[in-house]
């Protein structure tokens, strides 16, 4: 057992957790942020994606340990508030990128990671980020344009 404190959307918290516990069962079942999905927990699916000190991981492989000090994003960050999206998520509406839903935490953090660090990626730039998110639904073409639309309307916004 390891004392761990870590900043999680923005709040500080510390924890006991197990020294093999992973990240994303303790997002899961510690915190209850259930919005990390746990697909194929082998780190192949990219549906437990969430950001550690501006970096998407795969929370299914990183240690809770690890993350001790860290910050972490998580899905239930993303939006502003109740009752806003944030322009990655509207992206993804507006474009229809959305379908079961499963994927699409680890899909937004993954590119909101991407645009974070650059807001006006090329096509090619897009695709290799992404493309360690297995979505089961929708086309990839939807996603592409939806990360594409949100870099759109990041350089729209920007004065
Ligand atoms: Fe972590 Fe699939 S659940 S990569
Ligand atoms: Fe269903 Fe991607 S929307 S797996």
Redesign the pocket.
Request: glycine residues 18%; hydrophobic residues 40%.
């Given at each position: 057992m390891k004392v761990i404190n870590l900043v999680i959307n923005g709040k500080s918290t510390t924890s006991i957790v197990g020294d093999r516990m992973t990240l994303?069962d303790y997002l899961r079942d510690e915190q209850g942020l259930t919005g990390t999905r746990?697909?194929?927990?082998?780190?192949?699916?990219?549906?437990?994606t969430v950001i550690v000190r501006k970096r998407p991981v795969?929370?299914?492989?990183y240690l809770a340990v690890q993350a001790d000090g860290q910050e972490i994003e998580t899905i239930e960050g993303l939006a502003p508030n109740a009752t806003e999206l944030s322009p990655i998520q509207d992206a993804f509406r507006q474009g229809h990128a959305v379908q079961c839903g499963f994927c699409t935490s680890g899909m937004l953090l993954t590119a909101k990671a991407l645009l974070d660090e650059n807001p006006n990626p090329d096509e090619d730039t897009i695709r290799d980020w992404m493309h360690g998110n297995i979505c089961r639904c929708v086309g990839y073409q939807q996603i592409i344009e939806a990360v594409q639309l949100a870099a759109e309307q990041n350089a729209t916004e920007t004065p």
């Open positions: 994303a746990l697909g194929c927990e082998q780190g192949v699916c990219g549906a437990c795969r929370a299914c492989l």
